[in-house]
């Protein structure tokens, strides 16, 4: 296997748009679900160095394992394709992005910072989540 190429069919995520996977925060990461397993792209530059690749990953629909932990700095978030079971992700002390929408049936637990969410209406987000943006779930609108 080509480590540099991972051939994966890409997600579309849904609108809003609130950032594109790959430009991380300085000191923060991107964090992409893989329905209970999941893949850690730590960025200590902004954005992401050229010629790495960051692709929005859909896998087929595995049990969920543990929970996805975020890291002390700024974290980024992605669930993983529709119907691909209900995951749950639990941010850290930064100001985390979490981009849940069109999932299974999600749970998101923010830490300390100004977290942002999209998620949809069947996604638990707790509230300690300080800002929540909501779409129709999917198939519902």
Sequence with gaps: MDASRLDVPSQKIRPPRLRRPGDSRPGGGVILALAGLFLVYLSFVSPTPEGLSVPDLKVADLPV????LGTPGADEFYGSAQDAGAETFV???????????GGGGDRVFCGSGRDLVH?????????????VYRTAAPGKG
């Excluded at 941010?91 to 929408?101: M, N, P, R």
Aim: include cysteine; charged fraction near 25%; glycine fraction near 14%.
């Design 119 to 131: 998620a949809d209406e069947s996604d638990l987000v707790a509230g300690s989540c300080e800002t």
């Design 91 to 101: 941010g850290g002390a930064g100001d985390d992005f979490f981009e849940v929408a």
């Design 65 to 68: 394992a543990a929970p996805t």
